[in-house]
């Protein structure tokens, strides 16, 4: 049985037969090539041919031209498998399309091999620059060969703060939540911590003893409660805490995984949310969050916009504008109000 023969790509050259005009004109129409005194009239008929004919310009032979791949890497451990973490890569995205770049993903399952393996590959196919991303915020220590190209740190930071980073400001957040429990009433404020030594655990905490500090809150050791970051976690955390003899009527719970651990709590407690106890989780895992009854109020990482900042400012250090010392960024993380508080 013969094969269809494979329709011939449409050319410059016939653009510019179509349109009649030269390959030069067709050139610097495609190319929006500033200053080339192109008639209104004449920029229609080119762009009319290259709708008509399916003309694609050889990206690869501009690119060469240029000397610029248009492509960022994104190299991550595995937020590329979480789903909380999406919007990471929406926010990036969309910058890097609204400036005419591809964002060519590498996911490296926290494996060492294919991290290096992944960082050769990108810098074989001459990306502008790479992001690196971790899946919670944490220090790391980038492999020697980011070097070779603009670097930015996403959700994670050098020891030796050389390289431009962006984080979710938890301490702030920790603040923040700890305070619209104040707001709303709450003295007796319970913290339900993870045991894991990572940057947010000491910073939530942080800032939740800074919230208490400002507000004229004596710090009560017996109402922070530390245990792994899992809804068991949180179930164990909330049935402690409400056996003290003076138990908390507010609980600030480090993710929303553990606020769902103190609903079962509470529940088995026969405690309302919030009537009797409020709850504050963080993250906002929607999944999670959105679905607890009554929904969870919980502050959100700002995923989305940590995306964002990171081709944004890696684009100002592929067009040359480099700062003197690399940018250590904070974001804001938004609080979530829902009816748990």
Known sequence: MNQPSQKKRPSMKDVAELAGVSQTTVSFVINNTPDAGIPENTKQRVWAAVKKLGYRPNVLAQSLRMQRSGIIGFIS???????????????????????GKILLLVNTKNNP????????????????????????HRPVDPPVSLREVPTVLLDCFAEDRSYPSVVPDEIAGGQKATEILINKGHRRI???????????SFYRLEGYRTALRIHNIPYDETLVYESISTPDGGYRGTQALMRLPDPPTAIFCFNDRMAMGAYDALRKLGKRIPNDVAIMGFDNQELIAAYLYPPLSTMELPHLEMGKWAVNHLLRQISGKKDVKPVQHKIECPYIERDST
């Open 77 to 99: 451990d595995k937020i590329a498998i979480t789903p909380q973490a999406g919007k990471i890569f929406e926010g990036a995205q969309d910058v890097a399309w609204a400036h």
């Open 113 to 136: 091999e294919l991290k290096d393996a992944g960082i050769d590959m990108l810098l074989a196919r001459q990306v502008e620059g790479i992001i690196y991303g971790t899946m919670f």
């Open 190 to 200: 319970a913290f339900i911590n993870c045991t894991d030594p990572v940057p947010a």
